[in-house]
């Protein structure tokens, strides 16, 4: 797809090791099988892909199995060298990749029960003029985040393993309300496979 700089793009974050998974790295978490059968990861970009017309999927370069799932499955992949520097690092290769869009949903991709309408409502919200917006379920914050392209010199500069989260306590944020528990689930041990 040829990207506009009208086009919104959604970024999902898949170059992570899941160390808190399994210790060893024999296991990687992103590709394992939720209860309805289908891949956690394949999952979140599936989620991210039914709302977004971009949609770009970060990969570590070693991960030759997932890279080439998300290939078969017709994905944008990009791949982060520096992506053990932390998530900030897997952020910035997104981005730097996605810089001409009008703003990104940066979601994770071992949070695969992230509702479809949870994004789209952050969508709207940044369509209608906000720049920087976050779910909230039950009064707690979490993921995915929206930016406009407005804030794209200060995602560039990010650095360590704490993604986007100082931008949110710096900038004015708006909070999209959302009846999605999912925003709060992410996979770090097995037992969060089934855990919806």
């Not at 309805?36 to 991960?63: C, E, F, Y």
């Not at 991709?109 to 003029?129: C, H, Q, W």
Request: proline content about 6%; some cysteine.
């Amino acid at each position: 797809m040829t990207l506009s700089p009208a086009s919104w793009t959604g970024i999902l974050l898949a170059a992570g090791r899941g160390r808190r998974f399994d210790p060893h790295g024999v296991e990687d978490k992103l590709q394992q099988t939720l209860p309805d059968g289908h891949p956690v990861a394949l999952t979140a970009a599936q989620h991210l892909s039914s709302v977004m017309q971009h949609v770009v999927v970060v990969v570590r370069p070693d991960n030759r199995a997932l890279l080439q799932e998300f290939q078969r499955q017709l994905y944008e992949v990009v791949i982060c060298p520096d992506a053990d520097q932390g998530m900030a690092a897997s952020l910035t290769c997104g981005l730097r990749h996605a810089a001409r869009s009008k703003g990104w949903i940066i979601a994770l991709a071992d949070m695969p029960f992230v509702k479809s309408s949870t994004i789209a409502a952050l969508l709207r919200e940044l369509e209608n003029g906000a720049d920087i917006v976050v779910p909230v379920f039950q009064g707690q914050r979490g993921n995915p985040v929206g930016f406009s392209g407005k804030y794209l010199p200060e995602l560039l500069a990010l650095s360590g393993d704490r993604g986007a989260r100082g931008l949110l306590q710096q900038f004015s944020v708006r909070e999209v309300p959302v009846d999605d528990a999912g925003i709060l689930q992410d996979i770090d041990l097995p037992t969060d496979l089934s855990a919806q």
